[in-house]
């Protein structure tokens, strides 16, 4: 049994983790509120730019003139998986269950033999990917050093993105995120940015429209930012993920160190009630002696 010195450094460490714990899951508050209020904010934008384009991308369907933003290079050979996890972890399960879904994507395409690319956004993507699959990485971008995500990030990551598609480096892009559904919840999606996926987006309009001037210049204008803005998007829902998940790991953390606290208090209440009567003991069969 450990002495009540030893206990009572144990409680001491484990009361100071809990501090620590608990003061960090107040932190990831204060900053899921506003990374929930960005995320929410920017579903509608992309999801009406989405309707728009499925709208002007109608009457181009088949059209050898379409943007080939759209239309696709043809081919369905090579594909650019964009990875999107968190800098930091203490986040629970929520870097594992993006790169789960990733390595499942990555096996199903290598098993229909198609070529696959990883760009990862976040070091924790890369930390468990890279054994496995280092040998597939164009690069890792990393956003350490920014206190808070912006559009201008999001077009760093697009704008590379449609260099190499213009460079023809790949046929297919997606991207693999974690979209926020709950603090609890948080829900790895993989969502394609080239070709534009214009039938889940026609699925959310059916409005028609007249556009001036013509669809093919408007779109030539629009895909370029719907791949920016969905990636934006995408870096938002995650932000808001990581924190929520944060949240909800330092609350188990917190109410586990109580927990411990609670035993390790019992305990040392018990060896301490044990010892002072074995003192007792002593001292009455030491009297009974003389």
């Not at 199903?108 to 924790?124: S, Y």
């Not at 790991?249 to 009567?277: C, F, H, M, W």
Request: proline share 3%; hydrophobic share 45%; with cysteine.
């Amino acid at each position: 049994m450990a002495s009540l010195k030893a206990l009572r450094n144990r409680i001491a460490s484990v009361k100071a983790t809990r501090k620590i714990t608990k003061a960090q899951q107040m932190v990831a508050a204060s900053k899921f509120r506003r990374a929930l209020d960005a995320a929410v904010a920017a579903r509608p934008y992309a999801e009406k730019m989405g309707g728009v384009i499925a709208s002007l991308a109608g009457g181009l369907k088949g059209n050898p003139g379409a943007p080939k933003l759209l239309a696709g290079t043809g081919k369905d050979d090579t594909h650019l998986l964009i990875v999107a996890t968190s800098d930091r972890g203490l986040c629970g399960g929520f870097n594992t269950n993006i790169v789960r879904l990733a390595k499942h994507k990555i096996e199903t395409l290598t098993g229909e033999g198609k070529k696959v690319l990883i760009l990862c956004v976040g070091r924790k993507g890369r930390d468990q990917l890279r054994r496995q699959y280092g040998q597939l990485f164009v690069d890792t971008i990393e956003f350490t050093a920014v206190k808070r995500i912006g559009f201008t990030n999001a077009q760093d990551i697009g704008g590379r993105v449609l260099k190499m598609f213009d460079e023809g480096a790949f046929d297919v892009a997606t991207i693999i995120y974690s979209r926020f559904k709950s603090v609890m919840t948080q829900i790895p999606t993989a969502q394609q940015l080239i070709p534009a996926p214009v039938e889940a987006a026609a699925r959310a309009t059916a409005t028609v429209y007249e556009y001036e001037p013509d669809e093919q210049e408007i779109l030539a204008d629009l895909l370029p930012r719907n791949v920016i803005v969905l990636i934006f998007r995408a870096l938002l829902e995650n932000v808001a993920g990581e924190f929520g998940a944060k949240m909800t790991a330092r609350d188990g953390a917190t109410r586990n160190a109580g927990e411990v606290i609670d035993k390790l208090t019992l305990l040392y209440n018990r060896s301490r009630q044990a010892q002072i009567t074995k003192e007792l003991i002593e001292i009455i069969s030491g009297a009974e002696a003389l």
